[in-house]
């Protein structure tokens, strides 16, 4: 009986790494972007593609994020994801592609992203970020 109890309370990877982007996408709606960038590698091996630039490093990618959108509600808009496909790239290793819509005060970009995600200490962590917006 505990062993189904646990196989019924297991989730999959795939169910994992949803989780992560459902997580990111809570806070940036409370204008938390701390949050948001939690699950985002805190190194400078990190790296952050987006329309035609690439940034190098946690730091600098926080900085570019903050720079951006801000630190509030207000200015952050809402965030949603969607069509997202989970591909494992072995036990300790997956990519997500996805869209994004982000309602915001003055624009609404939508677009198309790819996550590389690596398990470090036990937690998915996204290693690499390309985002580009539609035209």
């Known amino acids: 009986m ?8 297991a989730t999959t990877p795939e169910a994992d790494l949803k989780s992560v982007l459902t997580t990111q996408s809570a806070a940036w709606n409370r204008g938390d972007l701390d949050g948001f960038l939690a699950p985002y590698w805190h190194s400078e091996e990190l790296s952050f593609f987006s329309n ?4 190098k490093g946690f730091a600098a990618t926080a900085e570019r994020y903050r720079k951006r959108y801000g630190t509030a509600k207000e ?3 809402h965030l949603d994801f969607d069509n997202l496909q989970v591909t494992m790239l072995g036990p300790e290793g997956a990519a997500i592609r996805g869209r994004f819509k982000l309602q915001m005060k003055d624009s609404n970009p ?3 992203f790819t996550l590389l995600l690596r398990k470090i200490d036990g937690k998915w ?5 390309h985002t580009s917006t539609d035209k």
């Open 2 to 9: 505990t062993l189904i109890l646990l196989l019924l309370l």
């Open 52 to 55: 035609g630039t690439a940034t």
């Open 75 to 77: 200015t952050m808009g």
């Open 110 to 112: 939508t677009g198309i």
């Open 125 to 129: 962590t996204i290693i690499h970020d």
